[in-house]
């Protein structure tokens, strides 16, 4: 939560130093989801986030390589302030299978082995900024 500064060195902070993520947020907290993957010979693609009401869907694409190397990614997706309750947070992956362009193809990466490579999906709470 916070200025996407804030936010992102708090992504930071549990990603790279261990610490353990937020799981508790008023109200009033501007929050943002992080999505990020680890070395892989593919990209990950982004492709859209759709809402409904306090259920988020992060829907992702792995894109071949031209080369032979590997990328990790990472994006700090804008939820801004919520309702009070539960909220998830899917991570969907989707094959594209008839998208071709010049530079890459999708690959379809079993889900199994898909979680290696991606953060999965999560939960947490907001609650009114008035509760302690």
Partial sequence: SGTDAVALRRAFNVI??????SKDFPTNANIYAVF????????VHLQRVEKSDNHFKVFYQFTGHNEKY?????????LGTLHPGEVTVEIIQIPE????????KPVVIPKELSQVFVCQSFTFHV???IEK
């Fill in 16 to 21: 790279a130093l261990g610490n353990a993520p």
């Fill in 36 to 43: 990020y993957s680890h070395l892989s010979g593919s990209f």
């Fill in 70 to 78: 590997l990328t990790s990614h990472f994006a700090l997706i804008p």
């Fill in 97 to 104: 299978p008839d998208r071709r362009d010049f530079y890459s």
């Fill in 127 to 129: 609650r009114n900024s």
